[in-house]
């Protein structure tokens, strides 16, 4: 062999190596990012889980990427049970390598799958109001607005309207706790006596008895600590013994199914929520009005149709703040010291715009929301409309 070809093979070898290198580089940064989605398709918390569901969809079709890299979505149905939640968890976890998770629509799940989440170290953002303190909670952020910042609220507007004393029932679990507990503390100091505690199980089909006590009161308003298809239940009981006092309910509520169910029952309910709800309603000045428009845009084009209900904008918010963290976080997708920086991330976001609020998390803080997050809104021949 000349010089001539020895030279030609010595190049020829070095652009083969460096082309090997640059395309091992490009597929390391093309790394895929997994993103691991729980929610409720079948069940008591469907009402709940399929416009989680619609969400993501739309967020999905809003933005698949992050800095080049590609985000696949990995999604498991619970069927409305917290052990079913859990072991999804596991399974995303253990076997696709996903890098967060995002889930579930009921509180009992979210907090079943934060347990796993510790354990395995992987964060999670939870889109049902599920919160545990300190080392419990510390691979956990939670986006609905907390209960004592809805309450709080609505205890407002029940002492504008004269209310003096309010009759509570909610379901028998996290989520009836949480609101009660908040209910509790906000009712006093405003002058407002809370004269029951009544509970239901999300799967009960009838809550006479537990109405019943509560009429028997007279309260000059009741008030719910529940959620979704089920959250009717209490009116349409409080409709049928011909209560006349006023109605209120949390944000929970907010979606078509417990309108449709609720019915006359429900009409002229107060409740909280978070300005997506009537984002045409806000000022241009407010910067969650342009997100939220872009979410219903995008919701209108994964889904066919508008978004009438707060959980889906939820499941938007939630990838919204990945996208974010995913931006910010250094190390290789998949890993375990990745899944750390992920997290981290997570819960140092500063001033993110999304839809329900403009979040801003601490590492002794897991709820991202301020008052920037919660509107009154009233509802009216079926429609919801914002209360001044």
Do not use: C
Not at 262 to 277: D, K, M, R
């Amino acid at each position: 062999m000349n010089v001539s070809s020895r030279q030609f093979l010595r190049t020829g070898i070095a652009l083969a190596l460096g082309t090997l290198t640059s395309l091992a580089a490009t597929s390391a940064l093309a790394a895929d990012l997994k993103v691991g989605f729980i929610t409720s398709l079948s069940g008591p918390v469907s009402s709940l889980g399929i416009p989680y569901e619609k969400g993501m969809k739309a967020a999905v079709a809003y933005r698949s990427e992050v800095d080049g890299r590609k985000v696949q979505l990995v999604q498991l149905d619970d069927a409305s049970d917290p052990s079913t939640a859990a072991r999804n968890a596991r399974k995303l976890i253990d076997e696709e390598k996903v890098d967060v998770i995002i889930g579930t629509a009921g509180s009992p799940g979210a907090l079943a799958i934060a347990a796993v989440a510790r354990e395995t170290k992987t964060p999670l953002i939870s889109i049902a109001n599920a919160n545990l303190p300190g080392e419990e909670g510390a691979w956990m952020v939670t986006l609905p607005q907390p209960a004592p910042l809805m309450v709080s609220a609505v205890v407002e507007r029940m002492k504008k309207s004269g209310v003096k004393t309010v009759g509570y029932i909610g379901f028998s679990d996290a989520w009836g706790d949480l609101v009660y507990d908040a209910l509790q503390k906000s009712a006093e100091p405003a002058g407002i006596k809370v004269v029951s505690n009544e509970r239901y199980a999300r799967a009960d089909a009838s809550v006479t008895g537990q109405v019943l006590k509560i009429v028997a009161l007279r309260p000059d308003a009741v008030i719910t600590g529940t959620s979704g298809t089920p959250g009717a239940l209490p009116y349409l009981a409080l409709a049928e013994r011909g209560y006349k006092g006023q109605i209120y309910g949390m944000h929970a509520l907010i979606n078509p199914d417990f309108v449709r169910v609720g019915g006359t029952a429900v009409e002229g309910l107060l409740a909280p929520t978070g300005p997506v709800i009537v984002a045409e309603q806000l000022p241009d000045s407010n910067p969650i009005r342009k997100v939220s428009m872009d979410f219903r845009a995008a919701y209108q084009k994964a889904n066919g149709a508008a978004p009438t209900d707060a959980f889906s904008a939820y499941s938007f918010d939630a990838w919204l703040l990945f996208l974010d963290a995913a931006s910010r976080a250094k190390g290789e997708p998949g890993t375990p010291a990745y899944r750390v920086a992920l997290r981290d991330a997570i819960v140092s976001t500063k001033e993110l715009v999304g839809t329900h609020s403009v979040y801003n998390f601490k590492p002794t803080d897991r709820y991202g929301s301020d008052e920037r997050s919660r509107v009154i809104v009233k509802l009216e021949k079926g429609q919801w409309k914002l209360v001044p």
